[in-house]
């Protein structure tokens, strides 16, 4: 019993000056704080990034190209600075940062092409964290198959190639007598060269129908390419093998490819890629032509009070185009006849608080519509001005989203192209677009006095959408919309 005791009095003993050298050892050796701080620095865990993503710029944007990158690698970076330029659907637009920091990885490098929204394009870090430790996301990785094919070919044991099975033979005439063929499979079997007596008819009376020819053509083994006839000893550094022609009447399966630097066959074709603007486009007229019911008026403008206005005005050096009073008279007509200043949405007609003209401007990339903002409370001089510096910006791809989005009324003028007339395409959801033919001289009757007078017509055409704006209200918008510019004195008292 004693011994016991003193056992125990010695294993207390013990643990209790093994806790204080522990604690001794703890507080004189903090190595574990280093190794825990060298486990937690950037040089290991990386600094966590700031992600920059691919930007909507513009309501129909789906993706965009990356033009170019206006700060570096490195670079610091404040919030609204200018990051790059992206060419969207419509324009090239600047892209800005929402951050303040600096530019750590670019991961989309200039040039990139139809980069979808919300893609990964660059890195940024917070400012004073060290940008070359930027730790880098993994890529997006798609849903796994069922095996990789080098894994499947890897676990699939060898087998030695089995012999080449016999051809089949070629198939016995399945019909005598008079043939009865479909028009379909007369031309299936004419353009493949094959015979119509190895049909199996299965139509009535023995016609041979359509299917009938396609599972001739399935069956019946492949053209073999015949034997070039060999000529006479002539020395060739490169024996080029002779394919044969194709059968009379036949087409190709697959048409010919063009090689560059050389003239193309007959029936060659070059794909060329389309831009973001060229498919919005496509995108946009097929929607618009398939989806409103287009309903088409036209009428003729005397133009002898607006060239006369003009040879005034530039007396007094003020410069305006016949363009700038039509789009003058266009919006005081909007503010007069508002029933046609509406757009069509998912729900029913929209009426609009404010005249916004949209003008179409030719561009290498295609047609865009800048807006002139306010029209009908704009003086003809203020709209050549925003005319012409907006249309400098369309050719230059440096529209911003506000000034092509959000028109109400679409004008369209190829009248500086001897056009005399033309139907334009409703740009949607727009209710109207308004194109404008070349003006003209013609000799017209006149009523008051009964005499041949010269006049300056010009024929405008109204496009406008059947849901909204019907035949008589489009006829009654044609008539004061001519009103307004045979007498332009009209628009000031608007």
């Given at each position: ?6 056992l125990?009095?010695q ?6 000056r093994?806790?204080?050298?522990n604690k001794?050892l703890w ?5 574990q ?10 040089w290991v ?15 129909t ?5 990356i033009?170019?990158?206006l700060?570096?690698?490195?670079e ?6 200018a990051?790059?330029e ?11 940062s ?24 660059a890195?940024?870090v ?9 730790e ?11 095996a990789?094919p ?7 044991p ?17 019909t ?14 004419d353009?493949h060269?094959?015979d ?5 008819p ?5 016609l041979?129908?359509k299917?009938?020819?396609?599972n ?11 034997p070039?006839?060999?000529?006479p000893?002539?020395p060739?550094p490169?024996p080029?093998p ?6 009379p009447?036949?087409?190709p ?7 560059p ?9 070059t ?19 398939t ?16 060239m ?5 005005l ?6 305006v185009?016949v ?10 007509t909007?503010?007069e006849m ?11 007609p929209r ?11 030719a ?7 800048p807006?002139?903002k306010?029209a ?19 050719r230059?791809?440096?529209l ?6 959000g ?7 190829l ?17 109207c677009?308004l ?20 006049q300056?017509?010009?024929t ?20 004061k919309?001519r009103?307004?510019?045979e ?5 000031a008292?608007?």
């Amino acid at each position: 019993m004693a011994a016991s005791l003193r056992l125990g009095r010695q294993g207390i003993l013990f643990g209790l000056r093994l806790s204080q050298f522990n604690k001794c050892l703890w507080a004189t050796q903090p190595w574990q704080d280093h190794v825990r701080h060298f486990f937690q620095s950037p040089w290991v865990l990386g600094v966590s990034p700031l992600k920059v993503q691919m930007p909507a710029l513009s309501p129909t944007m789906e993706e965009g190209n990356i033009v170019k990158w206006l700060k570096k690698e490195g670079e610091a970076v404040a919030a609204g600075d200018a990051l790059c330029e992206i060419e969207t659907d419509k324009a090239v637009v600047i892209m800005e940062s929402n951050d303040d920091g600096v530019m750590a990885k670019i991961l989309m490098e200039e040039g990139s092409r139809n980069v979808r929204l919300g893609t990964l394009i660059a890195l940024m870090v917070e400012e004073g964290q060290d940008w070359k430790q930027v730790e880098i996301p993994p890529p997006e990785v798609a849903a796994p198959s069922a095996a990789p094919p080098a894994t499947q070919a890897a676990a699939a044991p060898v087998v030695p190639p089995a012999a080449p099975s016999p051809p089949p033979p070629p198939p016995k005439p399945a019909t005598s007598g008079p043939l009865r063929l479909s028009p379909a499979a007369r031309h299936i079997l004419d353009t493949h060269g094959l015979d119509p007596k190895m049909a199996t008819p299965t139509g009535p009376r023995g016609l041979i129908t359509k299917e009938d020819a396609l599972n001739l053509l399935k069956t019946s083994p492949a053209p073999k390419a015949t034997p070039a006839v060999a000529a006479p000893a002539v020395p060739s550094p490169v024996p080029t093998p002779a394919t044969a022609p194709p059968p009379p009447g036949s087409r190709p399966n697959i048409p010919p490819l063009s090689v560059p630097g050389k003239p193309g066959a007959p029936g060659t074709f070059t794909e060329i890629p389309a831009s973001n603007v060229r498919r919005v486009i496509a995108q946009r007229l097929t929607q618009s032509k398939t989806t409103i019911p287009h309903a088409y008026a036209s009428v003729d403008c005397d133009m002898a009070a607006v060239m006369h206005l003009r040879k005034d005005l530039a007396k007094e050096q003020i410069k305006v185009s016949v363009n700038d009073f039509i789009i003058k008279a266009a919006a005081v007509t909007l503010k007069e006849m508002p029933e046609v200043n509406v757009t069509w949405s998912g729900d029913g007609p929209r009426a609009l608080d404010s005249v916004h003209i949209s003008i179409a401007v030719a561009t290498d990339k295609g047609l865009i519509t800048p807006i002139i903002k306010d029209a009908a409370n704009k003086g003809v001089q203020e709209i050549s001005a925003n005319a012409k510096a907006l249309a400098q910006k369309a050719r230059d791809g440096k529209l911003l989203p506000e000034e092509y989005q959000g028109g109400s009324f679409s004008i369209s003028n190829l009248g500086m192209f001897g056009i005399s007339g033309f139907s334009a395409v409703i740009n949607p959801p727009q209710a109207c677009i308004l194109a404008i033919g070349t003006s003209r001289s013609e000799l017209r009757l006149c009523e008051e006095d009964q005499t041949l007078r010269t006049q300056q017509l010009m024929t405008v055409t109204l496009s406008s959408d059947g849901r909204l704006v019907d035949d008589e209200l489009a006829s009654r918008f044609l008539d004061k919309f001519r009103a307004n510019l045979e007498q332009p004195q009209r628009m000031a008292l608007a």
